[in-house]
């Protein structure tokens, strides 16, 4: 089945480490898109990328970073820098200039 | 993108059509109306779509008036599994900021038995 899988979805680490999460997607998508969601929240934009190689900053994208060495895959690093990283984390990904985005379970990331 | 207004809360029958607005009265004419909704600690998923035309899927129906300041979303027979929040975002091609979806706050949907 095709789809976006993202590991793990529960995550605990100290603070001061860094931690790295992952996104994985058979879709044959371009587009590929991290976003933080807190409680009662909706979605702020971390990064995204719309081609292997390349990638840009979201709306929060301090403390965090990427990589897209393969279009299937697009990790987010959750950096020590990052002040509240404890949060629920998505990933999507969509068929580049199409706005349907589809997205993973998500990481709940809890930073003890 | 336009700025959307959703109520933050409804409930809705088991079994009823369930009829959620959305105002987004800056909307500007190359700017889509998406829908998505999420259910509870799960990703959000993908609903339906409009320019200005009515439109219909296996999910829903989204209607958008004449002036495009607002649009309903159409839920025809609600279940139990239709209870999420759903999510109104404007904007324009996915080439214009990168593809990013502004999600405000939405709507909680309640469906009761």
């Known amino acids: 089945d095709g789809g976006i899988t993202q590991s793990p979805k529960y995550l605990f680490r100290k603070e001061g480490q860094n931690v790295t999460l992952s996104c994985?997607?058979?879709?044959?998508?371009d587009a590929m898109y991290w976003y933080r969601q807190d409680p009662?929240?909706?979605?702020?934009?971390?990064?995204?990328?719309?081609?292997?190689?390349?990638?840009?900053k979201g709306d929060i994208a301090e403390g965090y970073s990427v990589s897209r060495e393969k279009?299937?895959?697009?990790?987010l690093t959750v950096t020590s820098a990052q002040k509240n990283p404890t949060a629920f984390y998505l990933c999507a990904s969509s068929i580049a200039g199409r706005n349907e985005q589809?997205?993973?379970?998500?990481?709940?990331l809890t930073v003890l | 993108d336009a700025k959307t207004t959703q109520p933050p809360s409804m409930d809705c029958a088991?079994?009823?059509a369930a009829n959620l607005p959305c105002n987004h009265s800056t909307i500007s004419g190359n700017e889509y109306v998406y829908w998505y909704r999420q259910i509870h600690s799960q990703g959000p998923q993908y609903i339906i779509h409009g320019l200005k035309n009515n439109e219909t899927n296996e999910m829903a129906s989204l209607i958008?008036?004449?002036?495009?300041?607002?649009?309903?979303l159409i839920l025809p027979h609600a279940t139990l599994r239709d209870t999420?929040?759903?999510?109104?975002i404007v904007r324009e091609g996915a080439?214009?900021?990168?593809?990013?979806l502004i999600f405000g706050q939405g709507t909680e949907l309640s469906v009761k038995p």
């Open chain 1, 71 to 75: 279009k299937e895959s697009f990790p």
């Open chain 2, 64 to 72: 958008i008036t004449e002036d495009r300041k607002s649009s309903t």
């Open chain 2, 95 to 100: 080439y214009n900021q990168g593809g990013k």
């Open chain 2, 84 to 88: 999420a929040v759903y999510y109104c």
């Open chain 1, 40 to 56: 009662g929240q909706g979605l702020r934009l971390i990064y995204y990328s719309q081609i292997v190689n390349d990638f840009q």
């Open chain 2, 14 to 16: 088991e079994g009823r």
């Open chain 1, 24 to 29: 994985e997607q058979n879709l044959n998508h």
């Open chain 1, 102 to 108: 589809f997205f993973g379970p998500g990481t709940r």
